[in-house]
Each structure stands twice: as C-alpha cells, then as structure tokens.
C-alpha cells in the first residue's frame, strides 16, 4: 500500500514512517497540506494520514483540496491532531470527507492498528466521491473560521498563563541566586538577615518577612529582624511584632519550631493559633507561611512571611523554602564555626597534617573544629571545609545519631573509649576503629572531642577469611591434613580424625604421614606422590588412608607442597575425598556389564561371548552340546492383568528357578524381555530334550501366587546342537529362535529341536512379508463393504469393511494367509493405519453422495498398543471433517485377553473422539460378560456359531435371547453374523436383534461398487 504522511513535526513522520514500513507499506512524506497536496497530484496514493496545524495549507484546507480534485477525491483521507481535537473540529473533519479522526499524542503501534482497523470496516464499501456529503465553500469558510477563530482564542490564554508562570519562576529563580549570594559575602547573620527576608519576599510575591532566633538560655525564639514593603498598616505590625517572643508551640513562628516543619496558613485571621490575629484582621493581613532554619539536624530559627491577601499552599514554594532554610541555618553554623576555627586552629594544624590516622576535633555541640588531611579526603572534602559542620553533613541520619550519642556519653563521663564500626559508602563496607576522648579547657571543663581512627577493613576480612576458611576444614566430609616436608602431621581436620579413628584433641604431633597410610599405599604416597608434589607443586591421584581399626579408606587425594618466597618447600598439606561408595559402583558396574539388572542372571552380551568360547572349544577339541532358548508363554497377559511389577517378580522367580537346578558347568542367561537360554556343554540332542522337558515340567508344577492367586507358568523351548546346527552364535541361536516358535505353533508349552524344515517354513514366511511390504507400498490391498440391516427399520444403515489382497493377477487374497505373517514380522500396525486412512476416506465420499456411510473397520489386537495410531486416526478425522459417530472399530475377544489394560485406553481415548466400538465374536470366549464391565463398547456383534443353525437349534435360540437381553440391560446394540436366510431374519427381529449381517442380507463388494 502506498500511504501518504503529512505532518510538519518531522519526528512524528519518522515514527510513523518506521512503524507503517514494517508491514512493507511505501511512505511518502510532506511536511505541510501544500507540499502534500503536490505529492498526491504525483504520486497518487491509496491513503492520506495528515495533521491538521501545519504551515502554507492546514489540514481542513489540504482535505477540501483533496476532495474537489477528481482524480484524489475517492482516496481514504484520515486526521491525527493534537490541537484540534473538539466535537466542532471532528464535524468539520466529517463534513469534508475525513474518513477517521484520531487524536495525539497515540501510542504509535496502537494509532496504525486503529487505522487498518478502520480501513478494514470500510473495505467492503466502495467510496463513491460523488455521493459524500461535503460541505459547500460557504458552510466550510463559516466552520473553518470559527474554528480557527476558537483556536486562537485558545492559543492567546495558554501564552498568557505561560508568559505569568515564566515570570513566576524566573522571579524565584532570581530570587534564589540573589539568595545564594548574599549568602556567600555576607560576613554575619546580621548583615545577611533583611537581605534574605527582602529576597524573598519580592522572589515571591510576600509583602512582610521576619526571621526569628531559637534562644537555647530562655527557651523561646526571639526576633532577629522584619523586613516589609512600604505599607503605612505593614509598619504598625512590625512594631507589634517586635515585642512578642514564641515558645514552642505558640503561634506560627512557635508550631514551626516545635514540629521542625513548614506551616502554611491561608487566612490568620480566622486561626485559633494566631496571638497576633485580631491585629492582623484589622490592617487587612491574611495569607502567611513559616518554614524552620535547620542546622545539624536542629531549629536553630524561624522564618515567617506575610501578605494582604488569601493564599493557598504552594508545593513549590514549600520546596524551596526547605532548601532556603537549610542554606541559612547552615550559613549561621558555619559563621559562628568559622569564629571557632579560626581561634583553634593554628594550635593543630602541624599535628592534624603530619599523623598518618585520621583525626578530627569536635565542639561540645559535636560540631566539627578541625581535621587532619586524611580524614578530609575520607569525607572528599578540604579540610578548611571541615569547620562548623556535623556528623549530619556526612553520614546518614541513623549513623549521624549514633556518633552524637557517643559523643556525648564520652564528654559526659570524661572517658575515654574504644570503638568499632561498620558503614557503607558507594556500595562497599567499611570498618573503623575509633579511639575518642574528651577535650577538657583550663578550668577543666570538656570544651570538645578528639578522635583518632584509622580503616581495619583489611585486617577485618583476612581474619574472616581465617576463620570461614577454619569452619570450611572442619566441616567439609573430606580429609584434610598438613604436614612437615618430612612428613610430621600437624593438623588433620575434624572428618580426617573420624576417618583415621583419632579423637579430636588427642596429640598428633607424633603422627607421620606413613602411619596414615596403608603398606602399599605408603610405598606410592612417599616415592612418587610426595616427591612428584615437591618437584611440580601438586599431586593428584587414586590413594587409601588406613583407619586404627585396619580398616582401609579408599580416597581421591591431591598433595600440594606449599613454597616460601625463597621457592624453597615449607610444608604440605593434602585433600583427601571418601570414594568408597565410588569403588563399591565401579565394581557394581563391573559386575552388571555381564548381568541382567532385573534377575542378575547373565546378559545377552555375556552369553554370546561365553557361548562363543564353547565353539572355539569345539572346533579345536570337538567339543559339542546344546542351547536351549526358552520364552514364556502368554506372559504378556501376566502384565497386562497383573500388572509389570509382577512380571518382573515372576521373571525373578524364574532365574532363580532355573538356576537351582542346572549344572555349574551350564550357563543360564536372560536374553531380554521373556526370554532365557541355556548352554548345556558335553549333551546330545536326546539328553537336551530331556533337561528342557523335566526343566518346563518343573516350573508347570512349581506354585506362583500374587496376593493368594495363582499364576500359571508354562515355557515354550527351541533346541539347537553345537556344531551340528550352526557353527556361529548368530546362526545358533537364530536356529534355536525358530524351533521355539515352532513349538508355540504345536501348541506351546513343548521343546522342539531345530530341523532343516522349520529354516524353510521361516524362508515361506519371508517370501510372505515381502509380499506384504510390497502391497503396502504399491496399494495392492483393498476393502470390500458387506451391507448391515437395520431389522426395525428394514434398511441398508452401514457396512463392514472386509480386509482383502490383491495379486498381481487381480485374485483376492484372504486375510487369513497373511495376517499372522504381518503380525510375526511387525507389519500389522502399517496395515492398521492403511485400513484406517483407506475406511476414513471411504465414509468422506459416502457422506458426500448422500449414501449409508456407516463403517465398522476390523482392528489386530497389535493396534491397541500402537501409540501413533489414535492420533493419526485424530488427525484423519480432522482433516476429512466425516462424523466420528459413522466410524465404528471392532475388536475381537482374543484380542483382549493380552492387551486389557491398552485395549481400555485406546477404546478412551477414541472414544473420546466420538467413535464407536463393537466387540466382535460375541459369546464365544469363557468371559464374554466379563469384559461388558470394563470396556464401553457400543455393539455386539453375536458369533456367527449362534445365527447360522439358528432356525433349527433351540440352544442356540436360547443363548441369542440372553445375549440380547444382556445387552439391552447395558444399553448396548446388537448385530448378528452370518445370516443366511429369511428365517433367521424372521426369529432375529423376534428376539428384538437390533441388526442383522450375512451373505442373505448382501455379499461383500468393492468399495467402488457401493
């Protein structure tokens, strides 16, 4: 977009500029409506933002120009002023065609979002120039000077009260530098007082001013002088004045000196604390205002100031006239301490330069006298400075108070005293030994204080140093010792002592390093370790230190030798750490490299390598014997069930099991998850049969119970020969894989031998997973739809989609000859997720031609614990937009009895998504009814086993009837299977089935044909 600014501030253009550019918009800019009027004419842009007060053309002006010329009329024009900002300004605005109206100052972000905004509401509406309604000239030059009339109007005040305001402060400016002045030459207060009283009063518009004394002898202030305009009814209350004195407290003068505040009084007439006010209403007085004179940190005087007229307190004039009275009471201190200091200071100036601490002299007052250079730099100040100062001039109040406190204590007890103390100065801490004592004149009064100090901050911090680093020693839990280049110890911490089982004071000065150390460790301790520290400065290594019980301490131990300035060795000291435990898992760690954690029987590593020994045996010396590979059975269901704390009990149980009862020279190792094998050396085929057969007979009778259950253990055993079934470990113990698996496939709980035939049932089934993988990749599979009857209704309500291979030759493939391939292989969670995304997109198209789309979709028990599945269903889902509701999964009561606990959350969490589920099979597993408790399916689908002699069979009617009543308890739907004819479809809707599937109700068919 190009967008025009025009503003004759040019900081404002540049923010805007910076803030519009960002979003890649082209600015140009104009600095007033003349210039941006030529630049529209040039440029032609798609937005106007203009000021309105600018030089050569304002902006009503640049508008009403815009708008008559033809080709800029239909441009959005939009206002952002600071000055005109009233309801007459926006309706001119309005009248000429602005299209918004903003008003400065706007944050500059805020400002632009406001103006998309407003561009954005009008987007939709095309702007016809034609149809706005602008003001004609005579209406615009009407509005236009009003405006500008007001405006003017508006601007005259706002210089006028700027013009009397510049004047104020430049009065009270001046005042104050006339103040700052007399204050420097002034050599008494004398000379001073009706030259600060007159001061003030024209720098501040007052007509009367006096200045009062504290007297400290009669406790109440005294006049010091008055100074007033030349006012007949001003001198009449000079001389009342001149004959009153205040005690705290009284009048204005005395609340001043009570409180040590300003006091601002806007009418003394009407004040019940005003003695003078009857005086005061008669001649006319009203407004008054009184601040104290302060001087270390005390009122030492009182100002006050009076006029004719009503005055409201000014916060200003209260500041200044603070700062007015510290300057004055500290100019009355420092003319009297300068009296002072002149008298005392010849007598210590040679002693306060030339002593190297720092030294200062106090009055009785504990006003400074004198101090020597060191202290002045300390207080970055000269020391002719010092004078008549206080500790309040240089420190804070709460320090300020505790050396006046002292000070006094020492004068008034007449003795000297010792001090130490801490401040902070810019951020670091200091610490100050102070040594003050009183001064005493020749009648033997104290007449001061003198104190000498000097910074110990230095000695302070090593001393700390010292002893943190002591209490380090001697709580650390290392050893830590010094010793004698010789090896005499002469310290060993507190966790050392314990270590060596030495009390805490007994006397080690008779100790060497050689009595801490054990014989073998003493040779490396004296002939290397020492030895290698002396010569390079440290030694680190592995040592042990020997306890009085005998008892040795493996340690982690650095030797320093600790060199004079001479580089000559003085002394050694050593840090010892406990690596005890350290050493106990090293050798842990050692032993589990060759252990299963869990059984602490042998690792697979383990066993290979040892199996590996037993065939170099018996290719050198014809050794031979067997492996037994052994997996549990159904032991996924013990953890599903019972939960993986039990399978590891139960996996525990049986190493030990099995350990018991093999030969020593036999090895028994835990290959991972449920599996064991077994090097059996010097045994043939028929021995290795028996051992497994009496070892799984063994572990069949042996109870295992969980909380007074029993659980059944059974193991499925390969056998495989060495060197008759392989000559390698990797071809061994794949041999002895195969024939387990091809006793889980007799039936389990069987050992079988390896055979040549097995080798070639695993190539058949190789053959197969490559079949699989390449109908997953070039979509060789396919779903077929069987119809589902509603029975009520007689109608077609939805479909179950049929899993089917294609071959090359277009026959299908059932899934029976290859489903349990892709389960061996780990291919069934591909075909899971080809069936989901095949179902979802087949219910999109469905529901888009108006048709049944309801979809029932098998799932492999192996689904459930697939955790990519249900968001990649989720996301499925989300970007088809097809009703959840329409998608139904069926799982199969097998499937259940390994995956309970994943089957229940992957039926949540679908569920959850607004999915169906249908158990399938339903009736035909020992705990049919059971599973209805735990799982929230939505149908059940009643085995084919019950429907398909249904007519016939009573029993079978029977059950169908308690199946159905079951589920109309639980509120669940039912669909019977394999429906062959009418008069199954008759005693279905009879017995209240609520639908009916078969190939009477219709065969499987193409997706495509549906």
Known sequence: MKILLVDDNGENREILRLVIGKEGNEVIEAEDGQDGLNKALEQKPDLIISDILMPNMDGFQFLKNVKNNESLNSIPFIFYSAVYTGSKDKELACSLGALAFFEKPKDPEKLWREIRNTLESTKTKEI????IPFADDETFLSNYSHIVAAKLEEKVKELENEITNRKLRESRQLAQFTLTTVLTEAA?????????LQTICRGFGWEYGELWRADPDSHCLRLKDIWHEH???LYEFKRLSESYTFSKGLGLPGRVWESGQQVWIDDVVVDSNFPRAAVASRLGIH?????????????????????????????????IMADIGRRVGAFISRRVAEELLRKSERKHRTLLENLPQKIFHKDKNSVYVSCNKSYARDLTISPDEIAGKTDYDFYPKELADKYRADDKRIMESGQTEELEERYIREGQEFIIQTVKTPLKDDEGNVAGILGIFWDITERKNMEKTRTRLAAILETTTDFVGTASRDGHLFYVNKAGRTMLGIAEDEDISNLKISDIHPALTNVLTQEEAISFAIKNGVWSGDAALLSRNGREIPVSQVIIAHKNTAGDVEYLSTIGRDISERKRFENRIIYLADRDPLTELFNRRFFQEELERWLVQSRRHGVYGAILF?????FKYVNDSLGHHVGDKLLKFIGSFLRKRLRNTDTLARLG?????????YVTASQAEVTAKQLMEMIECHDFTEEGQPVSITFSTGIALFPAHGNTVEELLTNADLAMYHAKEKG?????????EQKSQIESRVLWEKRIRAALKQDQFALY?????????????GHEALLRMMDTDGKEISPSNFLEIAERFGLIHDIDRWVVHKAISIIQRLQHEGKPASLEVNLSGSSFSDIELVSTINEELSATKIDPKNLTFEITESSLVENMATAQHFIAALKASGCNFALDDFGIGFSSFNYLKYLPVDYLKIDGSFIQNLPSNHVDQHLVRAIVEVARGLRKKTIAEFVSNEETVRLLREFGVDYAQGYYIGKPRSASEI
């Not at 016809?128 to 149809?131: F, I, N």
């Not at 052994?630 to 159904?634: G, I, K, P, R, Y």
């Not at 998850?673 to 050396?681: N, R, T, W």
């Not at 739809?785 to 309500?797: E, F, G, K, S, V």
């Open 128 to 131: 016809d120039a034609k149809k």
């Open 748 to 756: 389990r709980n069987l050992a079988c031998v390896y055979t040549p």
């Open 188 to 196: 008494t207060l004398a000379e001073a007082a009706p030259k600060i």
């Open 287 to 319: 407004g008054a205002v009184a601040f104290p004179i302060m001087a270390r940190g005390e009122v030492i005087g009182v100002m006050g100031f009076l006029a004719r007229d009503v005055r409201q307190p000014d916060k200003e004039v209260f500041d």
């Open 630 to 634: 052994l997996d549990l059975d159904n």
């Open 673 to 681: 998850g449920d599996e064991f094998a077994i090097i059996l050396p």
């Open 785 to 797: 739809l069987q119809p589902i009857l509603d029975l009520q209704q007689n109608c077609i309500i």
């Open 231 to 233: 006012i007949t009814e």
